[in-house]
């Protein structure tokens, strides 16, 4: 809607429609993006929990691993015995219209040994209960960071949203209303100056 409006009294109570659709919109716009925020603040501090633990988690599996390798050679020719994980799940929740990913997966059941005790070791079965635990932390560090990317782009498409709102279009109205109100009543004296010149004339 362009600044340029005919004053009518029409225009006039859609600007003001406008105008009040713009203030509401700004409001559920501003809370929309403080929930956000709030809940991208939760996700980011257990992200930082999260990094601070799984460094240690991968170090202790990869040591395990090189023990393994140094007892046994080559300990890659077990891992072709370990089946495929499927237990995997990929669910959502939404906040405020975003979604954000829930990883479940077959982490209470205690993993299996998928190689015979023949050729193998403890040092063999201590890295791959490492791993385990590698791949558990890996999947909820994923689920984190995916809620945190996209709660930060939802946060920045409502905020563009409300800038727009806040910035141009609350703005526009206003002027818009102003500007038919001041023609209305500027035309209102002239009518009511008009009426008192003819009465005046014809007394």
């Not at 929990?49 to 390798?69: D, M, P, S, V, W």
């Not at 300990?75 to 994980?85: C, E, I, Q, W």
């Given at each position: 809607m362009a600044d340029q409006v005919f004053p009518t009294k029409g225009n006039l109570i859609a600007a003001k429609r406008s105008l009040q659709l713009s203030k509401l919109g700004y409001d559920l716009m501003d809370r929309k993006r403080n929930v956000l925020i709030r809940e991208l603040m939760q996700l980011v501090d257990?992200?930082?929990?999260?990094?601070?633990?799984?460094?240690?988690?991968?170090?202790?599996?990869?040591?395990?691993?090189?023990?393994?390798?140094?007892?046994?050679?080559?300990?890659?020719?077990?891992?072709?015995?370990?089946?495929?994980?499927?237990?995997?799940q990929i669910e959502t929740r939404t906040v405020m219209g975003v979604e954000i990913p829930i990883i479940t997966h077959d982490d209470e059941i205690p993993p299996i040994i998928p190689y015979g005790f023949l050729d193998t070791n403890v040092q063999l079965d201590e890295a791959y209960a490492a791993f385990i635990k590698v791949r558990n932390m890996t999947l909820l560090l994923a689920e984190v960071d995916t809620g945190v990317f996209r709660l930060a782009t939802a946060i920045s498409a409502t905020q563009r949203r409300a800038n727009a709102l806040k910035e141009v279009l609350i703005p526009r109205y206003t002027r818009i209303i102003r500007t038919i109100s001041d023609a209305l009543e500027d035309k209102e004296r002239e009518e009511f100056t008009r009426m008192k010149i003819i009465k005046a004339t014809k007394k």
């Open positions: 257990r992200a930082k929990e999260l990094r601070g633990t799984i460094e240690k988690t991968y170090e202790t599996a990869y040591a395990r691993l090189q023990e393994a390798n140094i007892m046994l050679g080559v300990a890659g020719r077990f891992a072709n015995a370990v089946p495929v994980d499927d237990s995997v």
